[in-house]
């Protein structure tokens, strides 16, 4: 995929004139699927693609455009067609204020090893794992490319290895317990372990189920469902032009109005994640941007548009400005001793349909949603019947967050719109007293 992909752009390269600067971005996968029911395979099948995305930039007037590659000697032709297209556009556009990109030459080069499992190995082993139970769920791994070149001499190539096998244990009706294994080295122990604890909350969760009382309890979020917290905030959270424009719902965090707890240090760890580590202008990124600092808002994701809007340097985040590589710090508590020191209370898995319930005071609102258990004396009682709960990120990872796990699960993005996600979280669990639930 490389070599092909460094053809191309030195063929488009060569077409350019006169103050013409042309930026290539390249993204391709070699990957495994295998869609599993009720405890066996049912459909197999390998995908390979590739695409890539032209940018003219011809003064401060610029066109885009995406094409998907045959893998043929055919995409030379097609996209200098796409390149022709963009040449014409280009005339025809207003001048962008804003447009940012990289014009020192950095050429960066981050290969990782594949230590990745056979695909139908590490599938027969989880069956046999779970045999006699009803998984359900998807296999997805295998290699993901990116690339980046522009006209300047800047040469840009990255490659991560990743698994993810994303199942369910199913009861009966709605009751499941969802859970997951992924990383780019495969270790039979810990699914081994995963697959235990799975089937000891299956027995669980087949237990009549109980209802109680709207109020606030301690909870458990299991490493799940802080994640789906965390994918709430960044919708805009960590977006330095919603926070210029005011509408980050951690604003007050940004001003110095409120702060979280001094457990809570949250990073961007592109070094440590799967995604590229060059967005689409050039821009390297950090290796690590700090986010929050022992409760403090440190920092925020800087696109090169809002480099050039609000005069600050660009980390070389996404246009969107959200994080995909995020990294919570661990805690103190041992994962054996999560029950016990939750007491009595809820232990959550996994949240669903979360949003906003009040944006400028970053409150949330959302719903349990497979295995949520009640817990008396630090031992699993009952499971309980779907629940809302509505609760501010100030309160749940500030004053009345008591402690987080010292272990971390890495969880990886299942989503497959258009090719495998490459956005990660490496999270603990989270203890939080006074956690409201309002039905």
Same mark, same amino acid.
């Given at each position: 995929?490389?070599e092909?992909?460094e ?6 390269? %060569?077409k @350019? ?8 971005s390249y993204a391709?996968?070699r990957s495994?699927?295998?869609? *599993? ?8 099948g ?9 940018q /003219? ?11 998907s ?5 055919e995409?030379?032709? +097609?996209?200098?067609s796409? /390149? $022709?297209?963009l040449?014409a ?7 962008d204020p ?9 050429s960066t080069e981050r290969v990782a ?5 056979d695909s139908a190995?590490a599938v027969?082993? !989880?069956?046999?794992?779970?045999k ?8 997805a ?7 980046f070149?522009n006209?300047?001499g800047?040469?840009?190539?990255f490659? %991560?290895?990743?698994?993810n @096998?994303?199942?369910?244990f199913?009861? &009966?009706? $709605?009751k499941a317990v969802?859970?997951g ?5 495969w270790?039979p122990t810990?699914l ?12 669980a969760?087949?237990r009549p189920?109980?209802t109680?009382?709207p109020?606030?309890? &301690? ?6 469902a802080v994640v ?18 005011? &509408? ?22 592109t070094?440590e994640?799967f995604a590229?580590?060059v967005n %689409?202008?050039?821009?390297v990124k950090?290796?690590s941007?700090?986010?929050?600092v022992q409760?403090a808002?440190t $920092?925020a ?12 340097p660009?980390?070389?985040a996404?246009?969107r400005?959200?994080p995909e590589?995020?990294d @919570?710090?661990?805690g103190g508590l041992? +994962?054996?001793?999560v029950?016990?020191? *939750?007491g009595?209370? @809820?232990?959550v898995?996994?949240l669903w349909y979360l949003?906003?319930?009040d &944006?400028?005071?970053c409150?949330a609102t959302g719903?349990?949603?497979f ?7 630090g031992?699993?009682? !009952?499971p ?6 509505d ?7 500030g004053?009345n967050?008591v402690?987080?796990?010292?272990e +971390?699960?890495l969880?990886l993005d299942a989503?497959?719109?258009? +090719? ?6 490496r999270?603990?669990? %989270?203890?939080v ?5 309002t039905?």
């Amino acid at each position: 995929m490389r070599e092909s992909f460094e053809a191309l752009t030195a063929g488009l390269f %060569a077409k @350019l004139s006169g103050p013409e600067v042309l930026l290539c971005s390249y993204a391709g996968e070699r990957s495994d699927f295998v869609r *599993l029911n009720d405890g066996k395979v049912r459909q197999p099948g390998s995908v390979q693609q590739s695409s890539m995305t032209l940018q /003219l930039i011809v003064g401060q007037r610029h066109a885009t455009g995406s094409m998907s590659l045959s893998g043929g000697p055919e995409d030379a032709g +097609r996209l200098a067609s796409l /390149l $022709d297209d963009l040449r014409a556009r280009v005339p025809h556009l207003p001048e962008d204020p804003h447009l940012l990109y990289a014009t020192d030459v950095v050429s960066t080069e981050r290969v990782a090893t594949s230590q990745l499992p056979d695909s139908a190995e590490a599938v027969e082993a !989880a069956l046999t794992m779970a045999k006699g139970l009803d998984l359900v769920g998807i296999w997805a791994s295998g290699a993901i490319h990116s690339g980046f070149a522009n006209s300047l001499g800047q040469r840009n190539w990255f490659t %991560a290895h990743s698994f993810n @096998l994303d199942w369910s244990f199913y009861a &009966r009706a $709605d009751k499941a317990v969802k859970c997951g294994y992924a990383g780019s080295s495969w270790d039979p122990t810990l699914l081994a372990a995963k697959m235990t604890t799975g089937r000891q909350q299956l027995a669980a969760v087949s237990r009549p189920a109980r209802t109680i009382e709207p109020g606030s309890y &301690r909870v458990y979020l299991a490493p799940a469902a802080v994640v789906e917290v965390l994918e709430l905030l960044a919708w805009g959270g960590f977006s330095l032009k919603e926070e210029r424009i005011k &509408r980050s719902p951690l604003l007050k965090a940004a001003e110095g109005k409120a702060k979280l707890s001094s457990a809570f240090t949250l990073h961007e760890n592109t070094a440590e994640g799967f995604a590229p580590d060059v967005n %689409a202008q050039g821009f390297v990124k950090p290796g690590s941007v700090p986010l929050f600092v022992q409760g403090a808002y440190t $920092d925020a994701l800087v696109s090169p548009r809002s480099s050039r809007e609000f005069d600050v340097p660009t980390n070389g985040a996404s246009g969107r400005e959200t994080p995909e590589s995020l990294d @919570l710090a661990g805690g103190g508590l041992g +994962r054996d001793d999560v029950l016990g020191s *939750l007491g009595t209370g @809820l232990l959550v898995n996994n949240l669903w349909y979360l949003n906003y319930s009040d &944006r400028p005071s970053c409150r949330a609102t959302g719903m349990t949603r497979f295995a949520t258990f009640w817990v008396e004396g630090g031992e699993i009682v !009952a499971p309980l019947n779907v629940m809302r709960f509505d609760e501010t990120v100030y309160r749940m990872f500030g004053e009345n967050l008591v402690d987080l796990t010292a272990e +971390r699960d890495l969880v990886l993005d299942a989503g497959t719109y258009f +090719r495998r996600s490459t956005s990660s979280w490496r999270v603990p669990g %989270a203890v939080v007293e006074d956690f409201t639930f309002t039905l």
